[in-house]
């Protein structure tokens, strides 16, 4: 058996992406017990770090990325699973220090598994993948939280993004009134079909502005960190929560303790690599119910291993928009 993947190589000097050739001898030196057959992965923003390195992802070398995967079990020492199961990897640091799922197969713990949710393809999976796990996480914590429609406005930044599109079309499915900043204006067509009602420019929110600032969201999903979820923060009603899952502006938060003391709000941090296993069923039961698979098609790009790395460049370079599945076959 060989499998085709995506090889991420690097020395003192030099780094280098390639398309090679896997033996199974070498794929089962990872630490795992189950042998699956890939049939789609995709491709994430930590992916793209990875695959152009741009970031600290990956920790050790070789690598193969791919924190996504959803295919067939060949075989497994588990007593959860069995051959012809279908199954969904998300995170685990798969592509960080364990070979991850850009391509054909991948040898993983079953512990990291969870069976394909009834109704949803391999290839509807991963269309959702680990951005839109995420986003049904974020979702989850805003309802337990107790916000409801009838709060007002839930702020989506990043909204062209993979976290963004879905957690749109969840929120959307469920009657909330919504906001999307975004740089990409001209993408408001798009963000519109998925459901949003109102537009901002995520450069307003960039910059460092007072600790406290008009009352304006009820909730809001927040993938940029920095100076923007400081803002988003002061900007947030009393008693709301913000969910902080990325930090595409930057790590640090510039912030003040102000508008958590003075307005009582919730500034939640969303994990969606080491969640435990009874969240991650719940949060794909959640998608399987109220996402509309069909919508998916429109934020979805099926592409194949040997178009990542270019594509991988533009999302770095925040050129795209939606989810980039990979159908490792091709």
């Not at 896997?22 to 994430?44: A, V, W």
């Not at 912030?255 to 941090?269: C, D, E, H, N, S």
Request: hydrophobic share 40%.
């Amino acid at each position: 058996m060989l499998s085709k993947a995506i090889f991420l190589e690097k020395t003192e000097n030099d780094f280098s992406c390639s398309i090679q050739h896997i033996t199974e001898e070498n794929l089962l030196q990872q630490t795992g017990d189950t042998l699956i057959q890939i049939q789609f992965s995709s491709l994430n923003y930590k992916d793209a770090l990875a695959i152009t390195n741009s970031g600290p992802i990956v920790r050790q070398w070789p690598m193969v990325p791919g924190i996504d995967g959803a295919g067939t079990i060949i075989r497994s020492s588990s007593e959860h699973f069995k051959a012809g199961d279908r199954v969904i990897l998300n995170g685990w640091g798969c592509g960080e220090t364990h070979w991850g799922c850009l391509s054909q197969y991948a040898y993983l713990k079953s512990d990291w598994l969870i069976p394909l949710p009834a109704g949803l393809s391999t290839q509807q999976a991963m269309m959702i993948g680990t951005a839109g796990y995420t986003a049904a996480l974020c979702v989850q914590r805003i309802i337990k939280h107790g916000i409801t429609p009838e709060h007002g406005n839930i702020l989506i930044t990043g909204a062209t993004g993979g976290v963004g599109s879905v957690a749109i079309m969840l929120l959307a499915q469920l009657g909330y009134t919504l906001t999307a900043a975004t740089s990409k204006i001209s993408n408001t067509d798009y963000l519109q079909q998925l459901g949003v009602h109102h537009f901002i420019d995520s450069k307003t929110l960039a910059s460092a502005e007072k600790p406290l600032q008009k009352q304006q969201w009820a909730a809001a999903i927040d993938v940029l960190g920095s100076h923007s979820l400081a803002n988003i923060c002061a900007q947030t009603q009393y008693g709301g929560i913000v969910t902080a899952c990325g930090l595409a502006q930057g790590i640090d938060l510039p912030a003040t303790v102000a508008p958590f003391i003075l307005r009582g709000i919730t500034l939640a941090g969303i994990d969606s690599v080491m969640a435990p296993y009874s969240q991650r069923i719940a949060a794909w039961d959640f998608l399987a119910k109220y996402l509309n698979t069909q919508q998916l098609q429109h934020i979805a790009h099926t592409i194949s291993l040997n178009e990542c790395p270019e594509t991988a460049q533009d999302i770095i370079k925040g050129k795209i928009r939606g989810r980039f599945i990979v159908d490792v076959n091709l």
